[in-house]
Nanobody, 121 residues
Framework: QVQLVESGGGLVQAGGSLRLSCTASGRIFVTYAMGWFRQAPGKERELVAA????????IYTDSVKGRFTISRDNAKSTVYLQMDSLKPEDTAVYYC??????????????WGQGTQVTVSS
């Protein structure tokens, strides 16, 4: 069983930055693709960013390109989401997820519990 624990959420003003972290238990982390999703009130959960087990490939949703950066440290079993130039529309609960391949990231095997990000205008 793999557990994913997010941290780093909070309240920030528009234009500010936050870095989310997600630490995984279990040795399979190094073989899994990882992703960050978000869900705003009244909206469906959406994929924000994802990367392969070796960080060779990344994907981003259009609305965060150039502002968010996903990265991972396999030695620490941790994936990060650096969020810069935050906008009020980035307000959501952010979830990390693990999938066997990046192609399957929208059907992850494991989910974290979520962390709230609130961007004030």
């Amino acid at each position: 069983q793999v557990q994913l624990v997010e941290s780093g959420g909070g309240l920030v003003q528009a234009g500010g930055s936050l870095r989310l972290s997600c630490t995984a238990s279990g040795r399979i982390f190094v073989t899994y693709a990882m992703g960050w999703f978000r869900q705003a009130p009244g909206k469906e959960r959406e994929l924000v960013a994802a990367l392969t087990y070796d960080s060779a490939n990344t994907i981003y949703t259009d609305s965060v390109k150039g502002r968010f950066t996903i990265s991972r440290d396999n030695a620490k079993s941790t994936v990060y989401l650096q969020m810069d130039s935050l906008k009020p529309e980035d307000t959501a609960v952010y979830y990390c997820a693990a999938a066997r391949t990046i192609a399957a990231i929208n059907r992850p095997n494991y989910w974290g519990q979520g962390t709230q990000v609130t961007v004030s205008s």
